[in-house]
């Protein structure tokens, strides 16, 4: 079948709500969240903006869907003995997932109409936390100080202007050392100069951010035990 024929074939689909969330997910992905729009989402299915409203109600039911769809992506922590290991799979799994969709980030913790994915995402790491241990309001801090780390974390990565160690070492040498004299940024400069010079990889500040996190929670875990 060439590529013509399966457009025709793809278009020729009946639409349904699955079919409308996931397009409005590529079309975040491939263009920004900005882009989204009932008009263009109609366009990109090759149907009319008001036959959408048959499936999605309107725009934030719309957002409500494909923030779900991000959701579902994310590794659930499992309920096991060791919860750092449970909590620290799920953490590093949506970053991966925020990296594939980076206009979600903002997102993610302001729908007040969650999908089911969003809910089992919850709740999977909030049990996680009460088996292991945590009262209900450790838990809640614990989730908010995850949360926190994990989203803000991947906002500054998805702004950052390089993509990996070798950019980094590249932008250092050519863009940041040559604003950066020595006599008057004596510790910028030797901590650039150090970093361009090493194996330092910016990617391994995540999971180092993120053990001091878990080890902190297990420190007040521990603490509180009667």
Not at 28 to 48: F, P, T, V
Not at 53 to 76: P, T
Not at 109 to 123: F, M, Q
């Amino acid at each position: 079948m060439d590529a013509n024929s399966e457009r025709g074939a793809e278009a020729s689909t009946p639409l349904s709500r699955e079919k409308v969330v996931r397009q409005a997910l590529a079309l975040a992905d491939s263009e920004g969240i900005e882009a989204l729009s009932m008009r263009r989402l109609g366009q990109e299915l090759n149907a009319g903006a008001m036959s959408l409203y048959h499936h999605v109600r309107n725009k934030e039911e719309l957002l409500d869907g494909i923030v779900d769809l991000v959701f579902a992506e994310i590794e659930l922590p499992e309920s096991q003995d060791d919860w750092r290991a449970a909590m620290r799979g799920r953490a590093v799994s949506a970053r991966e997932v925020l990296a594939r969709h980076p206009w979600a980030i903002t997102l993610m913790a302001s729908r007040t109409a969650p999908g089911p994915a969003n809910l089992r995402h919850h709740e999977a790491v909030t049990a996680c936390l009460r088996r292991a241990g945590f009262s209900i309001r450790m838990a809640t801090h614990a989730n908010w100080l995850l949360d926190s780390y994990v989203y803000g974390f991947a906002l500054q990565e998805a702004s950052l202007p390089f993509a990996d160690a070798e950019e980094l070492a590249d932008m250092i040498h050519e863009v940041f050392l040559p604003q950066l004299p020595p006599e008057e940024y004596p510790y910028l400069n030797e901590s650039a100069t150090e970093l361009m010079q090493s194996d330092y990889d910016p990617a391994d500040e995540f999971t180092y951010g993120l053990s001091l996190i878990l080890h902190a929670l297990e420190r007040d875990r521990l603490s509180a035990k009667p």
